[in-house]
């Protein structure tokens, strides 16, 4: 009798959810889910408690709402939820994409092949520049991940796995992604004819982009090659048709006045802020007198983010120093409206998500 190589089996999808390679590993991310639960919802809430507490003894203004990075981690050091806490988050996120990674390279000649099989499918839905040179800012392993977006055939796929448990079950079948589309602003006009995902990643806002205005022609782009290649794989054996790009927000090749509505979910905290005033400018060349932007994304200055609560302002300097975030404080600093206007986009609606985040919605001038 043969004894199987590799021992993974193709175990099909439940929704838009890979399953895992194998039983082992998906037991082991759900283990792997339910501490980061563990530690958002029941260590959290206590480690924010106590942290005012000792605010108020301190009769610190605002709770310690407002205490400078260097004094909010003084006041948290002496606190044993504090190191655990920290140490829960980090592991339970590097235990997670080490199973699901190495699972996945076990058997990588299988995932390359489904990647080629999709372009062989439709070639004419990926756009790729084989003289692309990949800048050093976005070579970080973000989060963790290890190889990063960039550095990892396989980037796509271990995102996938990684992030399911990363956003807590909550977003299996693209929910937030769906939630996203619905606050993305339409043109005035109503007209809506070419729609760009910008730092699309691994497409599920570009999918859901295209469930929004299903009449339009919908385009992801992302500077990482690995997750522009499962997105299309993903768009593809779903069936619906979207473009990918791989290529720059900042240097997007796309021609003047092309999109009529732009959205970047999550990007500009990840981007070094020396580039956010040339995405800015790229988007509103792309855009069509009248088209919209929407960025969403953590909360910023105009969001009054000096002003979150203590434990809120610990868990970005958690991100930023331990979790591999090194943009995300710059990014967490700026006035998101006032970063749009003065690259001459205007800003329609500024405001919270019912989720942790804050979207802001602008549109190009109309000519008159
Ligand atoms: C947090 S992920 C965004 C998630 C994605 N929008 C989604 O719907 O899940 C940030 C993405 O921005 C991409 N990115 C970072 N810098 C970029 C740049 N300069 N141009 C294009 N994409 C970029 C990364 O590769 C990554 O996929």
């Keep these: 009798m043969n004894t199987p190589v590799s021992r993974s089996i193709d175990r099909c999808m439940q929704g838009v959810l890979p399953r895992t390679p194998t039983l082992e590993d998906e037991s082991q991310l759900a283990f792997y889910e339910t501490v980061r639960n563990f530690a958002i919802g029941e260590m959290f809430p206590r ?9 108020d003894a301190a009769k610190l203004p605002d709770h310690g709402a407002r205490l400078p ?4 981690r003084a006041l948290a050091e002496p606190l044993p939820l504090s190191g655990a806490w920290k140490r829960v988050m980090r592991s339970q996120q590097q235990l997670a ?3 699901i990674r190495s699972s996945l390279l076990a058997n990588a000649a299988r995932y390359e092949a489904e990647l080629d099989a999709a372009e062989c499918a439709h070639p004419e839905r990926i756009h790729c520049d084989p003289q692309f040179v990949t ?8 989060h963790l991940q290890p190889g990063g977006y960039v550095g990892d055939t396989l980037a796509g796929y271990v995102f996938h796995h990684g992030t399911k448990v990363f956003y807590q079950g909550f977003n299996d079948q693209d929910e937030l992604h769906i939630l996203n589309a619905q606050h993305v602003r339409a043109p005035a006009d109503g007209k809506v004819r070419r729609v760009l995902d910008v730092g699309c990643s691994i497409g599920q806002g570009t999918t859901a982009l295209k469930q929004r205005f299903p009449a339009a022609e919908v385009w992801g782009l992302d500077v990482g090659l690995p997750l522009v290649r499962y997105a299309h794989k993903r768009a593809v054996d779903q069936g619906v048709e979207v473009h990918f790009k791989h290529g720059l927000a900042e240097d997007t090749g796309f021609p003047d006045g092309h999109f009529d509505v732009v959205l970047a979910y999550i990007l500009f905290h990840e981007v070094p802020a020396r580039l956010f005033d040339s995405i800015v400018t790229e988007v509103r060349r792309v855009l069509r007198p009248g088209g919209t932007f929407t960025i969403i994304d953590a909360p910023a200055a105009n969001s009054g983010s ?5 434990g809120n302002r610990f868990w970005l300097d958690f991100d930023s120093q331990y979790n591999c975030e090194p943009y995300s404080p710059a990014f967490v600093a700026t006035d998101v409206p006032e970063l749009l206007q ?26 008159k």
């Design 47 to 55: 480690l924010s408690q106590q942290l005012v507490a000792r605010a």
């Design 342 to 367: 003065r690259n001459g986009l205007e800003v329609l609606h500024s405001g919270a998500m019912p989720s942790f985040l804050w979207h802001t919605q602008a549109q190009k001038p109309a000519i």
């Design 135 to 142: 800048p050093d800012y976005a070579k970080f392993p973000i």
């Design 69 to 72: 990075l260097r004094q909010l």
């Design 97 to 99: 994409w080490d199973k």
């Design 306 to 310: 000096d002003t979150l609560a203590a």
